[in-house]
């Protein structure tokens, strides 16, 4: 099995735990790439759910080692509290199977801080953040002030870099947001409490992966959010802080691009968004209600309802397009389920003209109204069908049309969330 990719095509949520989990018994290594504990993967395997936010979802595999790479910004207490809970569903989670970059930028309490009170003073032009620091963390990243994970083993470093953070922090606390300093002790006492339990986890990231393929082993890189999050090519600036597109997968965990052989998309049947932003097929009618709570469409870690419309394909093809996708993988197609119609975007009607491709302008795509076909629904329930031949006619024809409009074969058609129910076509 190739070197994978596993990536998002619309603005995440689209499944991407269970299609790595249900993967993973063909490859040695998943290295998660980007983002933090803002975004979660929900994995259910024989009616037992797990929740991931940092942990990769090969970790409810045995014998497989899992990475969290430089890409990745850690809240090393919810690390540790995510390991905790893992363990007490009986999975493992040593420091041989679970491996923290060195390089990774650590969320401190102070980045936590910051993020809420920014939001909070944004009144309607809040973005949707989930409050737990990501972005600031990678502010000090970029700003060459962070805090690494390599620096849980020298504390005395970490501290001087804290107290360097917070003159600044500080600041802007008591002069702009009414908020009182942060002491540079009560954030050392809380690192204090997590930095013995991460630092035996600590590893040099990109040399383990070329280890394992020394070895012929397989390696899985698993994003975070979706293609249209990312900093630079989605919706800016309602999206995360990272870059979502599979090409991140290199500079995110310190692999070479030509390793990257294999792309899987990951496309819900229909579209979902979390938090602000525009969404053109966003349905407010009987039919958005129908799929939010038959595809039980809650945000993993916040517990939001996620906004829900039809299929874009304009966002999709972009993502095809961006990510050198090399196939798609489909989610959630029960859903659709007893729906009469199903329609599909093709295009979009923007400013005068007809486009087949995300406008470049800030919040271009709040002017866009999309250009629908509609298909026949179908009423059979398919949570047990279990090969291509055996879905309704109506299915077949409606993943074809996808086919057709993305230009990617559809390989794998997830028709339930556990782990067996899943078409490989």
Not at 45 to 64: A, C, D, F, T
Not at 87 to 102: M, N
Not at 118 to 143: F, H, L, M, N, Q
Not at 401 to 415: D, K, Y
Request: proline share 5%; aromatic share 6%.
């Amino acid at each position: 099995m190739a070197n994978v990719v596993i990536t998002g095509t619309q603005w995440g949520d689209e499944g991407k735990g269970k299609i790595v989990d249900m993967l993973a018994p063909g490859i040695a290594a998943v290295v998660r790439f980007q983002g933090g504990n803002n975004a979660g993967h929900t994995v259910i395997v024989g009616g037992k759910k797990y929740i991931l936010k940092l942990i990769p979802s090969g970790i409810l595999h045995e014998g497989k080692i899992c990475l969290i790479g430089n890409g990745v910004v850690v809240d090393p207490a919810a690390l540790c509290e995510e390991m905790d809970a893992v363990r007490a569903q009986g999975v493992p989670v040593t420091p041989e199977r679970l491996k923290l970059s060195r390089k990774a930028h650590l969320i401190m309490p102070y980045h936590k801080l910051l993020d809420k009170a920014r939001e909070a003073s944004k009144a309607e032009a809040k973005i949707g953040t989930t409050g737990r620091g990501i972005g600031p963390c990678y502010e000090d990243k970029v700003a060459r002030i962070g805090v690494r994970a390599c620096d849980l083993a020298d504390l005395p470093l970490l501290r001087r870099k804290v107290e360097a953070a917070l003159i600044e922090k500080n600041a802007l606390f008591s002069g702009l947001y009414g908020l009182a300093p942060m002491t540079a002790a009560s954030v050392m006492e809380s690192i204090a409490l997590v930095a013995a339990r991460l630092a035996p986890h600590l590893a040099d990231v990109s040399s383990e992966l070329a280890a394992v393929e020394a070895a012929g082993g397989s390696i899985m890189f698993e994003g975070a959010q979706g293609v249209h999050l990312d900093i630079d090519h989605g919706t800016y600036p309602c999206v995360t802080s990272s870059n979502t597109v599979a090409g991140n997968a290199s500079a995110g965990c310190g692999i070479a691009p030509s390793r990257l052989t294999r792309i899987i998309g990951i496309v819900k049947a229909y579209t979902t968004r979390v938090g602000s932003g525009p969404f053109p097929t966003e349905l407010f009618d009987y039919t958005g209600k129908y799929l939010q709570e038959k595809g039980a469409e809650f945000g993993t870690v916040t517990g939001r309802k996620r906004r829900c419309g039809w299929i874009d394909m304009v966002v999709v093809r972009e993502s095809v397009r961006l990510c050198g996708v090399t196939e798609i993988a489909l989610t959630k197609l029960d859903v659709l389920s007893g729906l009469k119609e199903i329609k599909i975007c093709t295009a979009y009607e923007y400013r005068g003209g007809r486009i087949y491709y995300p406008p470049q302008a800030e919040l271009g795509m709040g002017d866009a109204s999309p250009v629908y076909e509609s298909m026949p629904g179908w009423n059979e329930n398919i949570e047990k069908v279990s090969s291509w031949e055996a879905l309704p006619e109506a299915a077949r024809n409606y993943i074809l049309r996808l086919e057709e409009l993305s230009g990617m074969r559809v390989g794998l058609i997830s028709v339930g969330p556990d782990r067996e129910q899943t078409i490989v076509r």
